[in-house]
């Protein structure tokens, strides 16, 4: 039977800075699938203003705000996890990434709880 490598045993994918990479690579992919969902949607406003306010009338149904917390959750968890990819490559090494991305998680999950809050 094949061995692998040492380097191939798939431990790296327990390490939270492989797994921070994957939530940033996911939570972009996700954005960009939103963003012609999002388009499309205000494009009901050169159909007519009745349709636009029908479709602003179902975003209050509770299912939606749910799926908008997300939404909040993945951009803010993309964009501080973008910020924080910019600060290891333009500025000097420092210590403490785990906690950083741990920091950007929880920064994260602040915003979109306090987008919750005020959505319901
Ligand atoms: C809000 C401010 C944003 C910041 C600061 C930001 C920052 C970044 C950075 C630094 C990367 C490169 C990551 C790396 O090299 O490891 C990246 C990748 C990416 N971003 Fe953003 N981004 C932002 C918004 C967005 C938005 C709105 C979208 C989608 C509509 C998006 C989609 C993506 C995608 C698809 C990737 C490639 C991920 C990958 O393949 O690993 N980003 N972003």
Not at 106 to 116: H, K, Q, R, S, Y
Request: charged residues 15%; positive net charge; aromatic residues 8%.
């Amino acid at each position: 039977m094949e061995r692998r490598s040492p380097l191939h045993t798939g431990g790296h994918r327990r390490n939270a800075l492989w797994i921070a990479a994957m939530v940033h690579r996911i939570s972009g992919l996700a954005l960009a699938c939103f963003l012609p969902l999002h388009f499309l949607a205000l494009g009901l406003a050169i159909q007519g203003e009745a349709q636009l306010d029908g479709f602003l009338k179902w975003t209050a149904n509770p299912y939606v705000k749910l799926a908008e917390t997300g939404l909040v959750f993945l951009l803010a968890v993309h964009m501080l996890g973008g910020l924080r990819v910019l600060a290891i490559e333009n500025l000097p090494w420092r210590e403490g990434q785990r906690r950083l991305a741990m920091g950007v998680l929880i920064l994260a999950g602040i915003a979109a709880l306090a987008f919750l809050a005020t959505a319901v």
